[in-house]
């Protein structure tokens, strides 16, 4: 929490303020986050917590003027919680039930086009095909979890863009 605090600028009352503060809320901000995203991800429980203390310190001011600073880090929380669960469920999953592998047809690989890199590919193929999910794959190719996530993205924007062109 000091390295944070530090970095923004916050002068040591105000260090010491935000650090009791949260201190004393955070079996409250961990029982929120974790009502809000324990089916996607307990271990974004303590991404909220973290999103919360940058927060409290960059709304210092207000914080301290807040008649119920305990309940503005709440609520904050609760903020964070739903934003980080919005972002972790905008993935839409490609539906492959359209293709027809009854005559062998080669799943998603009909869909997949040529022009598309081989990365984006077999990243597209483990995500949606082998059902893999964002954790695993980058565990097997030792990237950050948000780094495959942005991969993913991208990747999706591509084709997207390779079938608009084509239609």
């Known amino acids: 929490m000091k390295m944070i605090s530090t970095e923004i600028g916050l002068n040591p009352s105000d260090q010491l303020y935000v650090r009791q503060l949260c201190e004393r809320s955070q079996a409250k901000i961990r029982k929120v986050a974790y009502r809000y995203l324990y089916d996607i991800s307990p271990t974004l429980v303590d991404d909220v917590e973290q999103e919360t203390y940058l927060l409290a310190c960059l709304n210092i001011d ?3 003027n807040h008649e119920r600073p305990e309940g503005w880090l709440i609520q904050t929380a609760t903020y964070v919680a739903w934003d980080i669960r919005r972002k972790e469920s905008s993935t839409v999953p490609l539906t492959t039930d359209i293709i027809d592998d009854s005559n062998g047809g080669g799943g998603i690989d ?3 086009p ?3 890199k081989p990365n984006d590919q077999d990243l597209l ?3 949606y095909e082998r059902q893999d999910n964002v954790r695993e794959i980058a565990s097997d190719l030792n990237e950050h979890e948000e780094t495959i996530k942005k991969r993913l993205a991208r990747a999706r ?3 997207k863009q390779f079938w608009s062109d084509l239609f």
């Open 114 to 116: 040529s022009s598309l």
């Open 157 to 159: 924007q591509r084709l």
């Open 125 to 127: 193929k483990r995500y």
């Open 62 to 64: 207000t914080l301290r």
């Open 110 to 112: 009909e869909c997949l």
